[in-house]
């Protein structure tokens, strides 16, 4: 059986009918078509769906869609503004932090979210930040040096 959901999805109000073990990835991904939003294990191990719900970082392949019933969830999709890109994206264009890409999106919405709090972070704190994330590509160097230049730091 069905029910109602309702979630502000990058400013935009929906209202679906999803059923009881929709995960909020199903949701944005096969509800909504935000493709930006990677299913990688789809059991909470490599961080690649990773947005934000009400600010906060979390696995959306982790979250029954229902849960968050009400929320406001970013996704990749909803960072930069039109054609502009978000100073992490550009900071991991300029850097060479992005290979296969898969982990990007992920990446960038945890970083998001430390720099929110944390404006001028240093590496260690980087470092944790992004620690729910896996890379196979990069050896995190280029993203850790991407991070700081968006950062200023
Ligand atoms: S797809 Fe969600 S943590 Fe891997
Ligand atoms: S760039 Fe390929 S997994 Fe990170």
Redesign the pocket.
């Known amino acids: 059986m069905k029910k109602t959901l309702v979630l502000t999805v990058n400013g935009e109000r929906h209202e679906l009918q999803v059923s009881a073990d929709a995960t909020l990835?199903r949701v944005l991904r096969d509800e909504l078509g935000l493709y930006g939003t990677?299913?990688?294990?789809?059991?909470?191990?490599?961080?690649?769906?990773?947005v934000h719900v009400d600010g906060n970082s979390v696995?959306?392949?982790?979250v029954y869609a229902l849960s968050v019933d009400g929320s406001a969830v970013t996704t990749i999709e909803g960072l930069g503004n039109g054609d502009r890109l978000d100073p992490l994206q550009d900071a991991f264009i300029r850097a060479g932090a992005v290979q296969c890409g898969y982990c990007t999106c992920?990446m960038i919405m945890s970083a998001r979210e430390l720099l929110a709090g944390t404006p001028k972070p240093d590496e260690e704190q980087i470092r944790h930040a992004i620690a729910?994330n896996l890379c196979r590509c990069t050896g995190y160097t280029k993203i850790v040096d991407a991070i700081k230049m968006a950062a200023g730091s």
């Open positions: 990835l990677k299913r990688g294990c789809d059991t909470s191990a490599c961080g690649c769906c990773t696995y959306a392949c982790a992920g729910g």
